[in-house]
């Protein structure tokens, strides 16, 4: 479909909505952006959006919704969640760390990073210990440190990787936390200081770390540097090979390190090329097992890298929305419904093939018990959000005694705003525009 006249069409339909704020509120289009399953319990998934999160029970036969305002995150949305064996669900959000003890009915913000106006970052939980919880916190020109937890986020601790300089814009800023999967001793943190990149290794469960400068002088001219350093996996197998982003001029970088960290090797750069008025980015990566298979998610695409090839390959699906994180042998990978009719698939092709596992459309209201946050606030937005991802707006009838006491309505954001015409103009804007993203396949290694 032609990109102009999708864009005439979706402006004749903007006086319907000058009255009202920005249409779909949370981050633009519908989309999901992560998958977590929970950690024996594979029946479970939870799938983070932009329009909260979804969560089936049966191995995702079916899926409820969980409204953001249901989740206590505010305006910060988490990239990644932990799903624990006991049940607990955790992110750091930025700017919080929320916790559910209940699968995802009830949020709450844990009151450790709260009290301290601490930044939780980054989250990290070895799969051989899940109760030993790694954050790391990033606000500008304030106190942030390494805070480990032995009792599945009950209470936390600092490490001794702390930065709390009387010049707090000297202070450093974490960005993210990883364990080594083959021996949870090691840990690394990226970050980033005024003197530049680094990236912080402890060989001894945070007891004490090594401070190891990342100059990439072949990201540096006389006018700027690398930044953003994130550390993003750890092989499986070998604790000194890591993979890592970072950014120069507004371009992402994929890293690979084979010495614990000492040096990084470019391996990929998902080349910033502009359509439908979007820029390429890195948002996050997964590898194989064996660390000889990459993939890398962008907004709107997902590449691979293998070991020994001379080019990465641009895989022709998904499209319009990526991300990917493999659980076993089977790689999990977000799609764009809009555009190829599935959020959420598998695969077991390396990206040759996919088996749909979620459809936006399928999306049921919310599954929550009477009286959790999810129960009462997000059945109050589903008729009114359902429609904008073609979902069946219809509440399932009430079941004995889930009446309880009255609770208001939210207040409504974008497509929600107000009744009749603004949720009929966002539904025909999304409608217009979808299908209408194609992109150029082509891509360079740097």
């Known amino acids: ?52 999160a979804a969560v089936s029970r049966d191995s ?15 305006g910060w949305r988490p990239e990644t969640f932990i799903w624990q064996p006991n049940g607990d669900l955790l992110a750091a959000t930025g700017a919080t760390l929320i916790r559910s003890r209940d699968g995802g009915c009830s949020w709450t913000v844990h009151d450790y990073f709260k009290s301290r106006n601490l930044w939780p970052m980054s989250l990290a939980a070895p799969a051989s210990t899940p109760s030993r919880l790694w954050v790391s916190t990033g606000r500008a020109a304030a106190p942030n440190g390494v805070y480990r937890s032995d009792d599945g ?55 004490t770390w090594e401070e190891i ?31 890592a982003r970072v950014s120069w001029k507004g371009w992402t970088y994929v890293l690979e390190s084979r010495d614990g960290g000492r040096t990084f090797q470019s391996i990929l750069h998902p080349e910033s090329q502009t359509h439908d008025g979007i820029d390429e980015y ?64 598998t695969t077991t092709t390396e990206g040759q093939t996919y088996t749909p596992l979620f459809n ?6 919310p599954s929550c018990p009477a009286g959790t946050p999810v129960h009462r606030i997000c059945r109050t937005s ?24 009255p609770q208001p309505p939210p207040p409504k ?14 539904f025909l804007v999304l409608s217009t525009f979808r299908r209408s993203r194609r992109r150029n396949p082509e891509n360079r290694l740097p």
């Open 1 to 52: 479909m032609n990109l102009l006249p999708s864009l005439r069409r979706g402006l004749l339909l903007v006086p319907l909505a000058l009255h009202a704020p920005p249409a779909l509120a949370h981050l633009g289009y519908p989309d999901t952006t992560s998958v977590t399953l929970r950690r024996g319990h594979p029946e479970d998934l939870f799938v983070g959006a932009t329009f909260g």
């Open 360 to 365: 936006l459309p399928d999306l049921q209201a």
């Open 60 to 74: 995702g036969k079916t899926w409820s919704w969980v409204c953001p305002e249901a989740m206590a995150y505010g």
């Open 413 to 426: 954001k974008g497509c929600s705003a107000t009744d009749g015409l603004l949720p009929a103009a966002c």
């Open 282 to 345: 890195l948002i996050g990566m997964e590898v194989s097992a064996d660390g000889n298979t990459l993939w890398a998610a962008t907004p709107t695409r997902l590449f691979r890298v293998r070991a020994g090839e001379s080019a990465a390959t641009l895989l022709p699906l998904p499209d319009g929305n990526a991300c990917a994180q493999r659980e076993g042998d089977v790689l999990f990978v977000c799609g764009a419904t809009r555009v190829h009719d599935w959020a959420l698939a």
């Open 213 to 243: 400068h990342q100059p990439f002088p072949e990201y540096a001219d006389e006018y700027s540097r690398a930044y953003d350093l994130f550390v993003l996996r750890v092989s499986d197998n070998d604790p000194d090979r890591l993979w």
């Open 153 to 207: 986020g009950e209470t936390f601790t600092p490490t001794s990787l702390q930065s709390n300089t009387p010049n707090a814009f000297d202070n450093a800023v974490y960005t993210a936390v990883k364990v080594a999967p083959s021996d949870t001793r090691r840990i690394y943190v990226s970050g980033g200081t005024p003197g530049g990149q680094r990236l912080y290794r402890s060989d001894d469960e945070g007891a």
């Open 382 to 405: 589903w008729p009114q959000f359902a429609p904008t991802i073609e979902a069946n707006p219809a509440l399932p009838p009430e079941e004995p005694g889930d009446g309880g006491t």
